[in-house]
């Protein structure tokens, strides 16, 4: 092994060490913020922190809460199994829905630890259950991520409009944010059609092959697809917040979920950052959104691996036959 290869591996590692100690310092700082909002309130309360979380869980309707979360993941499941096959279809090779529902619910069980590695999953099953080439498939799980962020912007900005005052003085960034990522996505579009520096080979990459291909309609096409699912999520984590006890206004959860989700995407130990920022949000109810945030979050992501293991055995057929 010469010196140059030494280096290139000891680069990734480097880089890996790092990532792994930001994580582990954002986990920390979630997990010491919680624990100092949530012993304040239970000293407020006169109770140990152990009684007053007990408290928060015991005042729920649980039932409720549990049939309306049961529905809008296997609601989520399938408007996600159609975004997938949609974007498969528009860039690589006409795909079954239901050859694609395997996979995607297989692809929740390492969605557990990390979203972006289960969708990595799925371009390694297509590649050898479909024989479609492994870059191709990785272009098109890249541009389903590239949409969901700008999607998630769209829909924060378009609740700050509706309900700004309801939401906290932070949020004011965010028509910042948006008119930042539109002239980003224009540069994006352009530069992928040829408008901007046609004679550049980087669009030629294959791991950009779907980028290129893509046409203004895919992106809007991918924004009416995947809305359904924006809007179900509104409706359930606000009705269930006033499960926790919590006044919730429909329109201003529009402003603040697709925020939350972001942090979601943060792969920290049971979604922390995720609950940490919901306890942000709504300071005055520490207790019921620390309770909130770590059920929520942590249930969807559980029933949605449950999904998966029901199709766990076809993926496997499917795969090794």
């Known amino acids: 092994m010469t010196e140059s290869d030494t280096a290139q591996e000891e680069t990734p590692r480097k880089s890996n060490n790092v990532g792994r100690i930001v994580l582990l310092i954002i986990t920390v700082a979630c997990f010491a913020y919680l624990y100092y909002r949530l012993n304040g309130a239970a000293a407020r309360e006169g109770l140990s922190l152990v009684a007053y979380m007990a408290e928060v869980f015991a005042n729920v309707d649980w039932v409720t809460w549990a049939a309306i979360m049961v529905g809008y993941s296997i609601l ?6 159609l975004v997938v096959t949609r974007a498969l279809t528009w860039f690589i090779e006409p795909i079954k829905y239901t050859e694609v529902m395997p996979v995607r619910a297989s692809a929740y069980i390492i969605s557990i630890f990390n979203e972006q590695v289960g969708k990595g999953a799925m371009a390694l099953y297509l ?3 479909h024989k479609v080439p492994a870059w ?3 272009s098109v799980m890249i541009f389903i991520m590239f949409c969901e962020v700008f999607y998630l912007l769209a829909w924060a900005t378009l609740g700050y409009f509706l309900s700004a005052g309801a939401l906290p003085e932070v949020f004011g960034l965010l028509p910042y944010l948006a008119a930042a990522g539109a002239v980003f996505f224009t540069i994006w579009v352009l530069y992928f059609n040829g408008t901007i520096l046609p004679n550049d080979k980087l669009r030629d990459a294959r791991i950009l092959h779907a980028f290129k291909l893509a046409k203004l309609w895919h992106y809007g096409a991918f924004f009416v697809l995947r809305s359904p699912a924006i809007l179900a999520a509104v ?4 009705t269930a ?3 926790f006890g919590v006044e919730a206004s429909y329109v201003a959860m529009l402003g603040v979920l697709p925020v939350v989700f972001f942090a979601a995407a943060v792969p920290t130990p049971m979604r922390a950052a995720a609950i940490t920022l919901w ?3 709504f300071p005055e109810n520490e207790g019921q959104m620390a309770a909130f945030g770590f059920v929520q979050h942590n249930f969807f992501i559980l029933f949605n ?3 998966g293991l029901l199709f766990w055995r076809r993926a496997q057929r499917d795969l090794f036959g």
């Open 76 to 81: 989520y499941f399938l408007i996600d199994t």
């Open 127 to 129: 590649n050898r259950r």
């Open 136 to 138: 191709e498939v990785g």
């Open 235 to 238: 409706f359930v984590y606000t």
């Open 241 to 243: 917040l006033i499960l």
């Open 279 to 281: 306890v942000v949000l």
């Open 305 to 307: 691996a449950a999904i």
